[in-house]
């Protein structure tokens, strides 16, 4: 028996020794968390809302008199109730002028006339204008009533930034003039906004 309790002697003592010489090992530091990268925030969208003047330049490449080529309108930005089934978020509405009447619905900003179009603010910050084609229906375009004939532009999309009080834009619109029957296919243009 006494074999036996001495390796149990032996080893218990091994076992209380190396406990006791064991130095206490002071606590890790905790790592502090590392910050997440941080995105700087999306610079706020101009206010695009209020009044201006709004001048449309047709390129050359289409053949008008030069009083058609170049309108000029007063024009206000407003804002229309927020829908997620459609991206306008805006409406320019041109006056002092004589325009069709009578216009139909457009799917993207409903109830628009012939001296409306729809627009919106890009994720960027960037306003976008769309004149509606007429298979969108016949409102959301310029349809203006001039003496000679109507001028009509649609089918366009353009996309400007407010730059101090002045906003412009360039693109490709169909142009149809009634006096001349002209139609100019994705014809160049250039609409200016200037605040009053």
Known sequence: MARHVAP????LSLLVSGACS?????PSPTPSPTP???????PAAPDYLGSYTMTVDIGERCALPNDVRTRT???TIESVPRDPK???TMVVTLKDAMFRQ????NALAPGLGCNQFAAWTESDGRIHFFLADL???DGGQIWELLPGGDLMLSSSDSVGRLEESTIETSGNADVWYGATSTYCSRADYRLTFTRR
Not at 22 to 26: E, F, I, L, T
Not at 37 to 42: A, E, I
Request: aromatic share 10%; glycine share 10%; charged share 15%.
């Open 8 to 11: 149990c002697w032996i080893a």
């Open 36 to 42: 997440s990268p941080t995105s700087s925030p999306r």
């Open 73 to 75: 309108y007063a024009a």
């Open 22 to 26: 064991r130095v206490p090992m002071a």
């Open 102 to 105: 009578g216009c139909g619905d």
């Open 86 to 88: 459609r991206l306008a």
């Open 135 to 137: 298979e969108w229906g």
